[in-house]
């Protein structure tokens, strides 16, 4: 430990940090994800353009390392054991329990543009050996935020891991609660974190990682919750919207404000993994964890 | 009637009896407790320890001001997590000696500061709930004003929710539902309706089980017409909650969450 290292930390906020009326929906971010598209793609953390194809599996940029946002579906490919993957609830779909005009046009433009059902694909799985449940959530379906579908997938998934004694594994990206959904999307996050009460009292492990971006409700729900907490580098992770917080006290936040490695520095996450580290990470979790059918 | 925008204008309105307005009336021998022993007493939080009919209870309360000077000291009824923190410890400290809780929510959400976010303003939120999901005495939650999103939900994650008749709860403010739908802040009426957000709506889905009468001369002109019916309902659940057994409680109140969800299977 490096003492002095301290001694020059300023603070963001003195003690005594002068209150403004906050602003309301501080949790709400509604923020378009990078999608790539074509044959180059930029990168968020460089700016640089970057050729997709020389991009690997890992969707990480060759420039600089900086972490692309990465689909469910291909997430599972890096993180799974080839054709290990069984999914649970594949058909769940959203209803429209607010009535909230288009709607079910928003569901289906999210469709297509993220290839997936839903902002969350959850099943069981080997890893490096190991069984798992795994919940790998989706920034491209409405930035992954959380209804009805996603709060129950995630809560069945969790009570299949309390049954069966396994361990779960959750990667989060989220926004936060999905608004067209109403109070309903407020219950998940009661509904999810109860669920992984009674999975915790069974003595069984529950590891979060968190991507790009987590915030909102998921962050103050089982984001948080896990009993080891993974990030990738870079990514941002909070509760309130930065713009609603530099709205709230009238100055612009640095530019490492709400990040993994802020996160790391304030206590709230355990250990920052390259995402071409996360498989063995989590294979070597379970290994201490003493859990069976690893591969050696 | 009231519009659902005219409850939520009543439900913020400033001269609404707050948290601990409700506790002196409601119970005796209230005793405060301070802090969440690990940073700060977080002043948007208030609770401590009350008899209720002679039932001595927990109470935790969010708590707003009346006037600017005390909106500043309570951040407007907007909690850090030191006040959700302080919620861990009460509602710990009454489980270990057997004293139900009650909770009065009155929020438009957790506070969004920087300082907030250094001390884990997520984590707290989810701490409350994971906590309170496992918490072997009754939890009952009366909102008595505003209620938005996680910062709410927070305390309101027990076995009953009630809510006064002009109280609101929301996963976003009208006039934030306004601004994304429609691109104009100003249609919030229209959210308003269409937000499902008044008690009678609450009740309807599932999300409250009671609503409370308010006096027709307003709340804060006659406190005890709400304050009389609150005490009796709130100690004949009570004894209702503690005659169960502690696996029953916890299977209710897992369900109670468990429910909530409309999909296509
Ligand atoms: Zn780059």
């Given amino acids: ?296 | 009637m009231k519009t659902a925008a005219e409850i939520v204008a009543e439900s913020r309105k400033v001269q609404r009896p707050t948290s601990l307005e409700f506790i002196a009336e409601i119970f005796d021998d209230f005793i405060e407790l301070h802090g969440d022993r690990a940073f700060a007493d977080d002043k948007a939080v208030v609770g401590g320890i009350a008899s209720l009919k002679g039932m001595p209870v927990t109470v935790i309360g969010v708590q707003k001001g009346h006037t600017v000077a005390e909106n500043v000291e309570r951040r407007f009824g907007a909690p850090n997590p030191d006040g959700y923190r302080k919620t861990i410890r009460l509602m710990k400290q009454a489980e270990k000696f057997n004293r139900p809780v009650i909770t009065f929510i009155n929020t438009m959400g957790a506070y969004p500061g920087v300082g907030a976010e250094e001390r884990g303003q997520g984590e707290a939120i989810a701490r409350c709930l994971f906590e309170t999901a496992g918490l072997k005495v009754p939890v009952i939650s009366v909102f008595i004003g505003e209620g938005g999103s996680g910062g709410a939900l927070a305390l309101a994650a027990g076995d009953k929710v009630w809510m006064l008749q002009y109280g609101m709860y929301a996963v976003l403010s009208p006039e934030g539902f306004a601004s994304i739908l429609w691109r104009d802040p100003t249609r919030s009426g229209e959210a308003a309706d269409l937000m499902k957000l008044t008690a009678k709506d609450l009740l309807a889905n599932g999300v409250i089980e009671k609503i409370i009468p308010e006096p027709e001369e307003g709340l804060e002109n006659n406190l005890k017409f709400t304050t009389d019916i609150l005490r009796e309902e709130l100690y004949d659940e009570l004894t209702n909650l503690c005659a169960k057994t502690t696996e029953e409680l916890l299977e209710e109140r897992y369900e109670r969450f468990r429910k909530f969800g409309e999909f296509n299977n």
């Avoid at chain 1, 990078?34 to 969707?59: A, F, N, S, T």
């Avoid at chain 1, 309390?162 to 959904?181: C, D, H, N, W, Y």
């Fill in chain 1, 1 to 296: 430990m490096n003492l002095f290292k301290r001694k020059n930390y300023i603070p963001l906020t003195p003690r005594t940090e002068a209150v403004q009326s906050p602003k309301r929906d501080a949790e709400v971010v509604m923020e378009e994800p990078i999608i790539p598209d074509g044959m180059w793609v930029k990168c968020r953390h460089c700016q640089k353009l970057i050729y997709k194809k020389e991009m690997d599996e890992y969707q990480i940029c060759p420039k600089c390392g900086g972490h692309f946002r990465i689909g469910a579906l291909d997430r599972i490919a890096i993180t799974c054991d080839e054709g290990s993957f069984v999914e649970y609830d594949a058909s769940m779909e959203s209803k429209n329990p607010m009535n909230y005009p288009s709607y079910e046009k928003v569901l289906d433009k999210a469709r297509e543009k993220s290839g997936t059902k839903e902002g969350i694909i959850c099943g069981r799985c080997k890893i490096d050996g190991y069984d798992a449940v795994i919940a790998v959530m989706d920034s491209n379906f409405m930035m992954g935020s959380m209804g009805s579908v996603v709060g129950e997938k995630i809560t069945r998934a969790i009570e299949h891991a309390t049954e069966m004694k396994l361990p779960i594994v959750i990667f989060t990206t989220s926004g936060g609660a999905r608004m067209q959904e109403g109070i309903i999307s407020l219950m998940q996050m009661a509904k999810t974190s109860a669920a992984l009460r009674r999975h915790s009292e069974a003595g069984l492990l529950y590891i979060t990682v968190i991507t790009d971006p987590t915030t909102g409700g998921v962050s103050a729900s089982f984001a948080n919750l896990g009993d080891i907490i993974l990030a990738e580098p870079k990514a941002v992770i909070g509760f309130a919207g930065r713009r609603v917080i530099e709205g709230t006290i009238n100055e612009k936040l640095p530019d490492d404000f709400q990040t993994s490695e802020f996160q790391l520095e304030h206590g709230f996450i355990d250990k920052i993994v390259d995402r071409r580290e996360m498989k063995s990470t989590l294979s070597r979790l379970f290994k201490l964890h003493g859990l069976k059918g690893g591969l050696e």
